[in-house]
């Protein structure tokens, strides 16, 4: 709360004053806290924004894995009105995962804004939470409200510019988002049939869909007609929504495929699928050679991956090829990200 109040008083310094830069080159960064009055699903995260480019910075988002970027905490964000972002982690992440692309967004004139889906996050997995995967489109859509309503930063966010990226189970949630339905009996039908499916594995344990009460609750339109364009990162889910669902969405997505399988994500069921049933006039899909489920996330460390092999062999694999190369596909995804953000 203090946090909050700080920042609020730095918003109103800033829109006292005349004095802006006009081409703001630093990444701002305050801590983002929606309260849920209603219930218990807090939302915790981050916003980045531009800010002047002689505001102090320090490394963030980083440790002995992964690579921080430079922000400056709270600082006066710069004058103007900017397009909204709002990203969405994959399973088990966090709001971290995708600082690298909020800090290319934001020099590239975009406002960020990125949270902790309660259940399905690196530090919140409490199963009631992990099983009510329709409440993730929720916990976006709340993250707008805030931002455009309570917020000290609303008056710089236009609203006929908010766009919406996520990866992996973000992707999930980025598609719900869009206006796929969650088809209960046809995805039984296809883990029925496919078994050994990653997402039918995963949403089984934790009964995703089981009782009728969440069926419906699933089922229902999760839509929110404010976010203007997608970007979908190597989804996992696709064979959840019902393709007369997806064939209907009319909002814009750019879709990524990851061809090397180092996820236990099938190209053909998921990202390839689900181009196939999107309207063909809206989509554009970048599957990349050489990109992996992985290198959505940050760039490691040049001790990283030994570091994991080390301590999480298990997990080792998040940074092979997790340096230079990776460094060079967050370029080119941040270029194409805000080049189809900007056209929509």
């Not at 050994?196 to 069926?215: M, T």
């Not at 989804?235 to 061809?259: C, K």
Request: proline share 6%.
């Amino acid at each position: 709360m203090t946090q909050n109040i700080r920042f609020a008083a730095l918003m109103s310094a800033l829109l006292a004053s005349t004095a802006f830069s006009a081409e703001p080159a630093t990444t701002g960064m305050t801590p983002l806290e929606i309260r849920d009055t209603d219930g218990t699903r807090h939302l915790d995260g981050f916003v980045w924004y531009p800010a002047a480019a002689d505001a102090p910075t320090e490394p963030a988002h980083g440790n002995a894995v992964w690579e921080p970027i430079r922000v400056a905490p709270y600082a006066a964000p710069s004058e103007g009105t900017y397009p909204l972002v709002v990203l969405s982690h994959g399973m088990f992440g966090n709001a971290r995962n995708q600082a690298w692309l909020a800090e290319r967004l934001v020099a590239e004139g975009y406002i960020v804004a990125a949270i902790d889906h309660p259940g399905t996050s690196t530090f919140q997995r409490d199963p009631d939470h992990q099983r009510a995967l329709w409440e993730r489109p929720k916990d976006i859509s709340r993250t707008i409200d805030h931002l455009t309503g309570a917020h000290a930063m609303a008056g710089l966010i236009d609203p006929d510019r908010i766009y919406m990226a996520g990866h992996s189970l973000g992707g999930f949630t980025a598609v719900a988002l869009a206006g796929g339905r969650f088809d209960a009996a046809t995805f039984d039908a296809f883990c029925t049939a496919m078994p050994d499916d990653l997402v039918c594995g995963i949403f089984d344990r934790w009964d995703v869909a089981k009782s009728p009460e969440d069926r419906r609750a699933i089922a229902q339109d999760l839509s929110d007609d404010r976010i203007k364009a997608f970007a979908v990162f190597d989804l996992g889910g696709t064979q959840t929504f019902s393709t007369d669902s997806l064939g209907a969405i009319e909002t814009p997505m750019l879709v990524f495929g990851a061809p090397v399988t180092n996820s236990g994500l099938d190209l053909d069921v998921e990202s390839r699928a689900l181009v196939a049933a999107l309207p063909a006039d809206l989509t554009t899909y970048i599957e990349p050679a050489g990109l992996a489920h992985f290198d959505f996330l940050g760039v490691c460390t040049e001790n990283g991956l030994a570091i994991l092999k080390e301590e999480e062999p298990d997990d080792a694999f998040v940074c092979e090829e997790g340096r230079e190369a990776r460094r060079a596909e967050h370029a080119q995804i941040a270029s194409d990200v805000a080049a189809f953000f900007d056209s929509h």
